[in-house]
């Protein structure tokens, strides 16, 4: 879908160690997404961007930062993951009047 | 900050039957937006609607947002399998901001053949 892609797929890590998880779109949108989804929660709001190097955050950035240097990339990192951030995360681009296009998700288990 | 409140949670219905899920906001919205999500796959958009009142179909499904713009409904006629999934309302505030779509929590459409 609007040539979104999620890169990895999957990942398992340990609880202390960091973790970026990547965000590439080809379409040149500049609102860029950061959901997390959990069970009972939805879709939550961790970090967004309206443009390079133009961020800020949403609903639930505690233990998140971002960085989007290129138009086309949108990265998340965790930088000392924790139990409590095993979680999917979804990426969306868009500007909320248009519809968001979503990846396919990031499935991240921190043990 | 904006709320969503989506309900119900989990909905059982018999293939055939229909299937309803309201979407209520804290505040007023400048529009509302409907995504379905398959098991194991991610939110895809379905909708939006902008105006008061206003009332949309794809086929089997009939959306609506209310007069207020605070509250909105999907209703699916005659479930079938193939809408088995997880239905989200997702509203943007009047402000139009750019930390875009506040999500409701969902409700899971499960079907019985």
């Known amino acids: 879908d609007a040539g979104i892609t999620q890169s990895p797929r999957h990942k398992v890590t340990e609880t202390g160690t960091p973790v970026t998880l990547r965000c590439h779109q080809t379409e040149n949108h500049r609102y860029m997404y950061w959901y997390r989804q959990d069970p009972g929660h939805g879709l939550r709001l961790i970090h967004y961007?309206?443009?390079?190097?133009?961020?800020d955050k949403g609903e639930v950035s505690d233990g998140y930062s971002v960085s989007r240097s290129k138009t086309e990339d949108f990265l998340l990192t965790l930088e000392s993951a924790t139990s409590s951030q095993t979680s999917v995360y979804f990426c969306a681009v868009g500007q909320g009047a248009q519809g968001y296009t979503f990846g396919s998700g990031t499935r991240l288990t921190v043990v | 900050g904006q709320q969503v409140m989506q309900i119900p949670q989990y909905q059982h219905v018999q293939e055939g039957e229909d299937f309803t899920t309201y979407c209520n906001s804290s505040?007023?919205?400048?529009?509302i937006q409907w995504y379905k999500q398959r098991p194991g796959g991610h939110p895809v958009f379905l909708i939006q609607l902008v105006k008061s009142g206003e009332v949309k179909k794809q086929k089997r499904l009939t959306f609506q947002f209310g007069e207020a713009k605070k509250n909105s409904s999907l209703h699916i006629t005659a479930t079938q399998t193939t809408d088995v999934g997880t239905y989200f309302c997702?509203?943007?505030?009047?402000?139009?901001?750019?930390?875009?779509?506040?999500f409701g929590k969902g409700t899971h459409l499960i079907i019985q053949p």
């Open positions: 961007s309206y443009g390079v190097k133009d961020t």
């Open positions: 997702a509203g943007l505030g009047s402000g139009g901001g750019a930390d875009g779509l506040t």
């Open positions: 505040t007023t919205l400048s529009n």
